[in-house]
């Protein structure tokens, strides 16, 4: 039984996200919290190459201070909160935040891992989405991208 590959890396990085393997979409891509199973229960993916190391954390924080920075913001000026009351709403929020993500950042990570073929993964594509970006580009294309016909 063939898998379902993807047919974009949006596809197969929103398995991630989901905590889902990358190549089929349907195993399940962790075995704890953090820890990544060692072969897709679907599929067999083999998913010891996956080097996510610190980068999901890395992307974690910055999405969390990007959506807390506004928020922040309105509180200090909108709201006249005193220092407890900020830290009370803010570092909870935080937290939570960071948690929530962490999984799902690990999970992308790996499928971006997965699809570019790094770390010794194999890059595998659909046969019609390897030929249309492999495939040479015509003349009529050439020209409308120049502006010339």
């Known amino acids: 039984m063939s898998p379902a590959l993807p047919a974009a890396y949006s596809q197969a990085a ?10 089929c979409g349907e195993g399940r ?11 897709c229960p679907v599929c067999t993916l083999d998913l010891t190459p996956q080097r996510a190391d610190d980068f999901p954390a890395y992307i974690a924080m910055i999405v969390t201070g990007h959506l807390m920075a506004p928020l922040i913001i309105a509180l200090s000026k909108d709201f006249h909160l005193g220092v407890a009351a900020m830290f009370a709403i803010l570092v909870p929020l935080a937290v939570a935040m960071m948690i ?3 999984q799902p950042a690990k999970g992308a990570v790996i499928a971006t891992q997965w699809w570019f073929g790094m770390h010794g993964f194999r890059k595998e ?6 030929s249309a970006e492999t495939a ?3 003349a009529g294309e ?3 991208k120049t502006g010339r016909e």
């Open 14 to 23: 929103l398995r991630g996200i989901r905590c889902r393997c990358p190549r």
């Open 100 to 102: 929530g993500m962490l």
């Open 136 to 138: 040479p580009k015509t």
């Open 29 to 39: 891509l962790f075995r704890k919290w953090l820890k990544p199973l060692e072969r």
């Open 125 to 130: 594509r659909l046969p019609e989405a390897e």
């Open 142 to 144: 050439t020209a409308g």
